[in-house]
């Protein structure tokens, strides 16, 4: 089911900022990306077989600006990388947990994407990940 933490996602509020000084702490950023269906602008940092995700809001109504004003700029959520999601978001809706997310979305470097709500993992935001097989 689970294969590895795929990232941890960092809420920033000025991803300029932020790349600095994860940049002077001695990371090295790997790239940047605009993901419009999340309203986010993401900086990754690779660490091991992981990353950094830091997650800037680019629309006042993104669930990052809201996170922000409600909790300020820190840990948003942890996300594992999965083999068959759609298989997963149906076992977990079965067992009861209740999820953001009952489908797959794009996501950050072509990723498909779901969230389970964080009422049922004791307050964490869990982002489920697969890679996107394109055929290459």
Same mark, same amino acid.
């Given at each position: 089911?689970?294969?590895? +933490?795929?990232?941890?996602? +960092?809420?920033?509020?000025?991803?300029?900022q932020?790349?600095?000084? #994860? =940049?002077?702490?001695?990371?090295? +950023?790997?790239?940047?990306?605009?993901?419009?269906?999340?309203?986010?602008?993401?900086?990754?940092?690779?660490?091991?077989?992981?990353?950094?995700?830091?997650?800037?809001?680019?629309?006042?109504?993104?669930?990052v600006?809201? #996170?922000?004003?409600?909790?300020?700029?820190?840990?948003?959520?942890?996300?594992?990388?999965?083999?068959?999601?759609?298989?997963?978001?149906a076992?977990?809706? =079965?067992?009861?947990?209740?999820?953001?997310?009952?489908?797959?979305?794009?996501?950050?470097?072509?990723?498909?994407?779901? #969230? +389970?709500?964080?009422?049922?993992?004791?307050?964490?935001?869990?982002?489920?990940? =697969?890679?996107?097989?394109?055929?290459?």
């Amino acid at each position: 089911m689970f294969k590895k +933490i795929d990232h941890i996602g +960092i809420a920033v509020s000025n991803l300029e900022q932020a790349v600095k000084t #994860f =940049e002077l702490l001695g990371f090295q +950023i790997a790239g940047t990306e605009e993901v419009p269906e999340q309203k986010v602008k993401v900086a990754f940092f690779p660490v091991g077989e992981s990353n950094l995700e830091l997650l800037m809001p680019t629309d006042e109504k993104s669930a990052v600006t809201r #996170f922000l004003m409600n909790h300020g700029e820190g840990i948003h959520h942890i996300a594992f990388l999965v083999e068959n999601l759609e298989g997963m978001l149906a076992a977990l809706k =079965e067992k009861g947990f209740n999820l953001i997310d009952e489908k797959p979305r794009p996501g950050a470097h072509g990723k498909k994407i779901a #969230f +389970i709500h964080p009422k049922s993992t004791n307050s964490v935001l869990i982002e489920l990940c =697969e890679v996107v097989d394109d055929g290459e």
